[in-house]
Every structure is written in structure tokens, then in C-alpha cells.
């Protein structure tokens, strides 16, 4: 499968925003937006305006940069939501936000979607006491989501762990720190994601 090999302080510079795709990076001095918050390459500095067009497709590359989707499996997730009964765009993001890979993110299991990416992938993650190695596995109501073994003694785990104590978990998530496990009480609603996304564009693009 293809993925992104290049600086990701680029995405968030050409997106205009933090994208927060390099954990405790992101919120120090040498954050990119913050040093130079205009698009990468020769002619980032130039001024220009977006037609209709160009403002949806930014809001698409930007909510599949923050959750770290490739375009095919973006679009498979955008497909399943049209056949989902209510509105596309809410559950779109449903969808994205109940990804195995953003719940450990959510959890602070750590800093970044990707590192969160890589404790699912060496199969670190066990849903109902069993490994789940596919970042992509959708939990449902009732799963239970923990981490396995000593990794849970990790530096940088217990450092993702203390830093999203103070942001706290969403409701749809029944966190119990002390055995660092979670329950999926409900699935998320649009009102429990909070990101710089209108996925109304996102649908009227794809209505095209």
C-alpha cells in the first residue's frame, strides 16, 4: 500500500493549519505553521484565490490528512457513508473517527495518529482480548480497546497518556485509565469531533 514519505510539516503548511500529524512538535517553536504558515514550494507566497472547486477539494485533502487515509481508502469510507442511513458528511467522519488506529490516538495511547498507526500495526492493540493488527478495523458499541503488555510501560505511551489527560476523552469512549482501557459505550456523532473540517464540501465535491 502506498503512503506519504515525505516531511509532514509540508501537509499542515499547505493546508494553512495545524493538522497535528508530529505529536509534541506540533505544539512547541518548531511547529512549520508557526514558522512559516504560507504553502511549501517557490511559489507558496503568492496569493491566489480558490474557485468552488479548489475550496472542496482543500476540505477533502484536509480531513484525509488528519486521519491519515490514502485517496482509495478515502473513498471507499465516503461510499459506505452514502449507503449510511442520514446525513453523508456526519457519517463520513462516524466512519473515520472509529477507526481502530484514531481510537488509540483518541485514547492518548500516543502523540500522533500515526504512531497510533504503528502500535496497531506491530500488534500492540487487543479489542476484546484479541490482537487487531488492521488500523483500518472499525470498532462497534461494546468493544473493549486496550493496549497489550509491557508496552504499556512505554516512555512514550505513558508521556501520549499524561499530555491527553488534560484535553480529556470523548463521551462515546468509557476510559479507564488505571488498566488503560477503553469501552465503546455509543458511536461518535458529529457533535463529539471537533475538527477545522466542513464535510459539506467534502459531499458536494463528491456529488459532482
Known amino acids: 500500500m502506498s503512503r506519504y514519505i515525505e516531511s509532514a510539516c509540508k ?4 493546508e494553512g493549519i495545524k493538522l497535528f500529524l508530529k505529536g509534541s512538535r506540533c505544539f512547541g517553536e518548531k511547529c512549520a505553521v508557526e514558522r512559516r504558515n504560507y504553502p511549501p514550494g517557490s511559489h507558496g507566497q503568492n496569493k491566489t484565490k480558490l474557485t468552488e472547486y479548489g475550496v472542496q477539494l482543500r476540505e477533502k485533502q ?3 490528512r488528519i486521519y491519515g487515509v490514502t485517496e482509495r481508502q478515502f473513498q471507499r469510507i465516503f461510499n459506505d457513508a452514502t449507503r449510511h442511513t442520514g446525513k453523508t458528511g456526519d457519517a463520513l467522519l462516524s466512519f473515520l473517527e472509529r477507526r481502530l488506529d484514531n481510537v488509540v490516538y483518541t485514547l492518548g495511547f500516543a502523540s500522533s495518529r500515526a504512531g497510533a498507526r504503528q502500535l496497531v500495526n506491530h500488534g500492540f492493540v487487543l479489542v476484546n482480548g484479541r490482537k487487531v493488527d488492521i488500523p483500518s478495523f472499525l ?4 468493544n473493549v480497546i486496550e493496549l497489550k503488555g509491557k508496552i504499556k510501560d512505554n516512555v512514550h505511551v505513558q508521556s501520549a497518556i499524561a499530555a491527553r489527560e488534560k484535553s480529556g476523552v470523548p463521551k462515546w469512549l468509557d476510559f479507564d485509565p488505571a488498566n488503560m482501557k477503553a469501552t465503546v459505550k455509543a458511536l461518535p456523532e458529529k457533535t463529539d469531533i471537533s475538527l477545522p473540517v466542513q464535510e459539506q464540501l467534502i459531499v458536494e465535491l463528491y456529488s459532482k
Open 11 to 14: 501537509l499542515c503548511r499547505r
Open 62 to 64: 484536509k480531513l484525509k
Open 139 to 142: 470498532v462497534k458499541v461494546g
